[in-house]
């Protein structure tokens, strides 16, 4: 087969090698040109030889003859199609690939990502846009979270119900009211109802084309809980179908989203709904749900207590872990495994099952140490419903699914992580590629390499990218433009690293405001003068911004410190705070000195903290200090405030980049706590120090 075309149009290409490769074939050859008339062959290769690629590895040569890329299965060849397009450039209207020898394969088998589209509801057309992109950044598996209280997502021909009353809400308040028997108080009947869902021919297309595009498609039946779309379809779900929805009990509202444990009928109902699903995906594993399972109803419910003691289970955990159990059995009798939430290793895991370990990584170790197959999504590093501020990108390259330290049974049982996406709050494709991109390539590269390059390295590869990226999914997120340094002295020059996306300019301001349209473009290179603090964001046409970086010039001089003690000094301070305060008009109510930057004293909740003194510095050379905090924080250091934190909002890190002299700087830290979560760290990385909490050594008064 012989196909002429550019490179750049990858569609073709890609249908290209599914056409080549799926009929038995064992080679295709294309001739692509290189949009100035020159043609070169790329060569695609199946070779059952080439064993140590595995199953998604891949080959991928590219000379002065041309391309070519081979693999043990299809998969590695569309691996390497998606490498070699990362690899092209235009220059002057020409497509250029480096000539590279590349052998290469995947760390872990299970690269995902999970959106729910129950709480929002996402049209077959945006799911296949989110595959489509995904699988260009080799995420081969897309768990699909189907069900859940905000409404039951595909179409079950048994119990029509479930789509024709589940999947329909009223936005205000996330009731069915119409044609259940149950209703919240209060639900309002003429609103406009919000919902949709997939019919199983949908279902189908959408496997199809992931298939083509080598992911898997999970799908997640949540069960026992979360599951009030269907118990409002089908009301004989719940142990008591005359309960009303939203009464009070002592530790606040009971929603009857779970189904009754005690009821055969359960049992019935729910083998009649994987049987359908398992005939629509051929996924080997078939995700169950299990988590947040709250068991007041349960506990109240005389056919639930029957089953308890005709099973002789000590307590309701036990009664969840037996549920649990009857659906793995059924699920294994028909060749499939089950995954569950982590909460399913609480009454006892069952015999087969799958960990998704999401409330951090414990589920998953104690998983693995039982011998059973995991996948990470620790809500810190991997729920990417958190904003791109809440979980910026180096979190994500900082994290290791199944770090070395952990032993063996985690490398052996960890079969790799996700992305998940809880979309209470994000309705739309807009909204979800905000979340997703461009943070699913750190994922990516997480998954992907065993090698880990610096966060530096990762984001110049992405400002190559992101106009590439932006073209397929412009409501990416749009990063910040970094400066090498953020404290520069005044009058010298520095530049800016961003990405050149059409329509954009990387403009800025100096009076502190945010950089619009109307803001002067960055001049290369940028001087600042004295006392400036620029802030930089990429401004587009339409009036959109992207995040801002900022860079102050700042001559920052040691001074001179005779008689210094070590420590800090610090002061605590009682009151409503809602940004770090002026310190100087408030008493204290505690204060001492400390080695360490952190929470001091006894209060929760209500209190600020200031420390002072100096920071001292032994080796001259380049710093980076970053001060995370739950609530707010700032930082002065030689009367510039250095870095910016403050407001009210839950753990959040930034940084900052500078080069010191060696001498003593004067130093002050400013927290406040208002309430619920606390937490504060300030952290340096230097000549020869690798990143750590400041150390003793480093502050005096
Ligand atoms: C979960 O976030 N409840 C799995
Ligand atoms: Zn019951």
Redesign the pocket.
């Known amino acids: 087969m012989v196909w002429k075309g550019s490179v750049a149009t990858f569609s073709g290409l890609r249908v290209l090698a599914d056409r080549a490769l799926g009929n038995e074939r064992k080679e295709a050859i294309a001739i692509v040109g290189d949009g100035h008339g020159a043609l070169h062959s790329l060569r695609l290769k199946l070779q059952t030889t080439l064993s140590d690629l595995g199953e998604e590895g891949y080959r991928l040569k590219v000379d002065r003859s041309g391309v070519t890329i081979s693999a043990r299965k299809a998969a590695g060849v569309f691996y390497g199609l998606q490498t070699l397009r990362q690899l092209e450039s235009v220059e002057h209207g020409r497509i250029t690939v480096p000539c590279v020898d590349i052998a290469d394969k995947p760390r872990f088998a299970w690269r995902g990502n999970m959106l729910d589209v129950s709480r929002h509801f996402f049209p077959k057309k945006d799911i296949e846009h989110f595959l489509d992109l995904l699988s260009q950044y080799k995420i081969n598996t897309f768990h699909w979270h189907l069900v859940d209280d905000g409404g039951w997502r595909l179409q079950i021909r048994k119990y029509p119900k479930l789509t024709e009353v589940g999947a329909w809400r009223l936005p205000s308040d996330g009731t069915f009211p119409e044609y259940s028997g149950l209703t919240f108080p209060g639900a309002g009947e003429s609103q406009k109802q919000y919902g949709g869902f997939y019919t199983q021919e949908d279902a189908r297309e959408i496997v199809r084309y992931a298939a083509s595009r080598h992911i898997n498609i999970v799908p997640e039946i949540e069960m026992p809980g979360h599951n009030l779309a269907a118990t409002m379809s089908y009301p004989w779900l719940?142990?008591?179908p005359k309960l009303q929805p939203g009464f009070l009990k002592a530790e606040g509202f009971v929603f009857p989203n779970i189904f009754?444990?005690?009821?055969e009928s359960t049992f019935k109902f729910v083998e009649d709904v994987l049987d359908e699903v398992m005939a629509i995906f051929p996924s080997r594993v078939i995700h169950i749900g299990g988590d947040e399972v709250d068991k007041y109803?349960?506990e109240r419910?005389?056919?639930?207590k029957a089953t308890m003691k005709r099973e002789h289970l000590a307590n309701s955990a036990q009664l969840e872990s037996y549920f649990v159990r009857r659906v793995e059995k059924y699920v294994n009798a028909h060749g499939r495994h089950i995954i569950g939430w982590d909460e399913i290793l609480e009454g006892g895991l069952a015999p087969n099952a799958y960990v998704m370990s999401w409330r951090g990584e414990a589920g998953g170790i104690e998983a693995s140490k039982q011998h059973h197959f995991v996948v990470m999504t620790p809500w810190d590093q991997c729920y990417f419903d958190h904003s791109n501020l809440e979980l910026p990108i180096d979190v994500i390259l900082g994290y290791d699914p199944a770090p070395p330290s952990r032993g063996k049974e985690m490398a052996r049982f960890v079969m790799g992580a996700q992305a998940s996406i809880w979309t209470e709050t994000l309705p739309d494709r807009r909204h979800i590629e905000d979340r997703l991109f461009p943070r699913i390539l750190a994922m990516s590269e997480i998954l992907w390499t065993n090698r880990r390059e610096s966060t530096a390295s990762f984001l110049d590869r992405l400002d190559r990218h992101l106009p590439t990226l932006y073209s397929n999914a412009p409501g990416l997120h749009l990063p910040a433009p970094r400066a090498d340094l953020q404290v520069v002295a005044p009058g010298t020059g520095f530049n800016w690293h961003y990405p050149n996306i059409r329509g954009f300019t990387l403009r800025y301001t100096t009076d502190g405001s945010l950089p619009d349209h109307l803001s002067k473009p960055v001049p290369e290179p940028m001087i600042a003068t004295s006392g400036e603090r620029i802030t930089a964001a990429l401004v587009g046409d339409k009036g959109r911004r992207g995040d801002t970086g900022s860079v102050s010039a700042w001559d920052m001089e040691p001074v001179v410190a005779d008689s210094i003690s070590p420590g800090l000094r610090y002061r605590l301070y009682a009151g409503y705070f809602r940004t770090v305060p002026d310190f100087a008009s408030l008493t204290s109510i505690q204060d001492g000195t400390t080695g360490q930057i952190k929470l001091m004293g006894d209060l929760k909740e209500h209190f600020a903290l200031e420390f002072d003194g100096y920071l001292v510095i032994n080796h001259p050379g380049r710093y980076t200090f970053l001060c995370g905090s739950d609530d707010g924080s700032v930082v002065w250091l030689g009367g510039l405030k250095m870095l910016d934190n403050d407001g009210s909002h839950g753990m959040l890190f930034r940084s900052v980049t500078l080069d010191l002299k060696a001498g003593a700087y004067p130093l002050k830290l400013g927290y406040f706590q208002q309430t619920e979560g606390a937490g504060l760290s300030f952290e340096v990385s230097g000549p020869g120090m690798p990143r750590q909490p400041v150390p003793p050594p480093m502050l005096y008064h």
Not at 260 to 263: F, H, N, R, V, Y
Not at 301 to 304: A, L, R, S, V
């Open positions: 719940i142990c008591d009754c444990a005690g009821k109803l349960w419910c005389d056919d639930c």
